[in-house]
């Protein structure tokens, strides 16, 4: 039984690194190519930007730990303090749901994405140790061309 559990860990900690790395690079990628649409965030008393029309873009995604990252938490739960190997999978969804947001805006023809907000939340039971242990992060803003 212990000989899985190193199984699943080493696992986990390789192929988990990996992907994370894989789509890392994607990220950026597709970051570099809609560097030309600015997503902003205006205050209440600013005026906003000109437009012809305008429409609501929603960008989701579910990222979800490895096992190794939920074995390292759990053992930092043990202690307090911050979680760091959660933090990657944090920017991670962040940032690729601002991605998605932003390419369903550029097909529309958006030349900006004003008014954009974040929303968190969490998949899975994490206090019973049963089920998935994901996040879901939603970027939503207003495309203006």
Same mark, same amino acid.
Request: charged share 20%; proline share 1%; with cysteine.
């Given at each position: 039984?212990? $000989? ?18 894989? #789509? ?10 809609? $560097? #030309? ?9 600013? =005026? ?19 096992? /190794?990252?939920? /074995? !390292? ?23 690729? !749901?601002?991605?998605r ?8 023809g ?8 974040l =929303? ?15 996040i ?7 495309? $203006?061309?």
């Amino acid at each position: 039984m212990d $000989i899985v559990f190193v199984i699943l860990l080493c696992v986990g900690y390789f192929v988990g690194n990996y992907l994370e790395k894989k #789509h890392f690079q994607n990220i950026k990628k597709r970051e570099r190519q809609t $560097i #030309h649409v600015p997503v902003v965030t205006f205050g209440a008393k600013q =005026e906003l930007p000109d437009a012809n029309e305008a429409a609501l873009f929603l960008g989701s995604v579910v990222v979800s730990a490895d096992y /190794f990252k939920m /074995f !390292a938490s759990s053992l930092r739960n043990l202690v307090g303090g911050r979680v760091v190997v959660y933090e990657s999978v944090l920017d991670r969804g962040r940032r690729e !749901a601002i991605l998605r947001m932003k390419e369903q805006a550029i097909s529309w023809g958006a030349t900006q994405v004003v008014n954009v907000r974040l =929303e968190t939340s969490t998949i899975g039971n994490r206090t019973s140790g049963k089920g998935l242990v994901a996040i879901e992060v939603t970027a939503y803003g207003t495309g $203006i061309r």
